[in-house]
T-cell receptor
Framework: DSGVTQTPKHLITATGQRVTLRCSPRSGDLSVYWYQQSLDQGLQFLIQYYNGEERAKGNILERFSAQQFPDLHSELNLSSLELGDSALYFC??????????????FGEGSWLTVV | GENVEQHPSTLSVQEGDSAVIKCTYS??????FPWYKQELGKRPQLIIDIRSNVGEKKDQRIAVTLNKTAKHFSLHITETQPEDSAVYFCAASNDYKLSFGAGTTVTVRA
C-alpha cells in the first residue's frame, strides 16, 4: 500500500458525460500528480499541484481540469468524454516536488471505460 | 519540455541472464532519475533511483548508471528471475515535472 488513495477504482460511463476522479495523497505529501495510461501505452503526465497551486502542466486536454483542495486532496474532472478517454488514471504524490529526496508514490489507479 | 526516450520497447531474456534497459533525456536541468516497475493492471512502483551527482547505484540484483554528459542512464538487472517480468519505466525529473519513457516490457523465460 503506497498510502495514495484513489476513488473510484472502476468507472463506466457514456460518451459525452462528465466524471470526477478523486485522490488523497500520502500523509504529509504536498504535491499531487495526475497521469493517464491508455492500453499498452506509457504514463502520460497530465498535471501537478503543489500545496493547492498548479505547478506543472503536461498534455492535458482542455476538456480535463483538476484542482487541489486546502486539505490537499485532488480531483480530476473529465468532461465531454470520448471513447479515446478510456484509460487508467493514476494519481501520485510526493513530499515536495519531483526531484531528489521527493520520491513519487502512485495510487492504485482509477479505471475509466467510456462506452 | 523534457523528452525521455527508452529502449528497447520489449526485451526477452532467459532466466538467470542479465537485462539492460537504456534511456536518454533532453533537459540538462534534470537531476533525478527514478525507475519504476509496473505489473499488469497494477500501479508503478519505484525500484531504484539515482541523483544527478551520482554515477552508479546498486541494490542487490538491480543497478543504475548515469552519464550526465551524454544524457543517458541505464537499468541493469542481473540473474533475472520470472518475477522480474513486468513493464519497466525510466523517468527524469527537473524538480517540477517527472517525465516517463515509453516503457520496456521485460519477459523472463524459464
Amino acid at each position: 500500500d503506497s498510502g495514495v488513495t484513489q476513488t473510484p477504482k472502476h468507472l463506466i460511463t457514456a460518451t459525452g458525460q462528465r466524471v470526477t476522479l478523486r485522490c488523497s495523497p500520502r500523509s504529509g505529501d504536498l504535491s499531487v500528480y495526475w497521469y493517464q495510461q491508455s492500453l499498452d501505452q506509457g504514463l502520460q503526465f497530465l498535471i501537478q499541484y503543489y500545496n493547492g497551486e498548479e505547478r506543472a502542466k503536461g498534455n492535458i486536454l482542455e476538456r480535463f481540469s483538476a484542482q487541489q483542495f486546502p486539505d490537499l486532496h485532488s480531483e480530476l474532472n473529465l468532461s465531454s468524454l470520448e471513447l479515446g478517454d478510456s484509460a487508467l488514471y493514476f494519481c501520485a504524490s510526493s513530499p515536495g516536488g519531483s526531484g531528489p529526496g521527493n520520491t513519487i508514490y502512485f495510487g492504485e489507479g482509477s479505471w475509466l471505460t467510456v462506452v | 519540455g523534457e523528452n525521455v526516450e527508452q529502449h528497447p520497447s520489449t526485451l526477452s531474456v532467459q532466466e538467470g541472464d542479465s537485462a539492460v534497459i537504456k534511456c536518454t533525456y533532453s533537459d540538462s536541468a534534470s537531476n533525478y532519475f527514478p525507475w519504476y516497475k509496473q505489473e499488469l493492471g497494477k500501479r508503478p512502483q519505484l525500484i531504484i533511483d539515482i541523483r544527478s551527482n551520482v554515477g552508479e547505484k546498486k541494490d542487490q540484483r538491480i543497478a543504475v548508471t548515469l552519464n550526465k554528459t551524454a544524457k543517458h542512464f541505464s537499468l541493469h538487472i542481473t540473474e533475472t528471475q520470472p518475477e522480474d517480468s513486468a513493464v519497466y519505466f525510466c523517468a527524469a525529473s527537473n524538480d517540477y515535472k517527472l517525465s516517463f519513457g515509453a516503457g520496456t516490457t521485460v519477459t523472463v523465460r524459464a
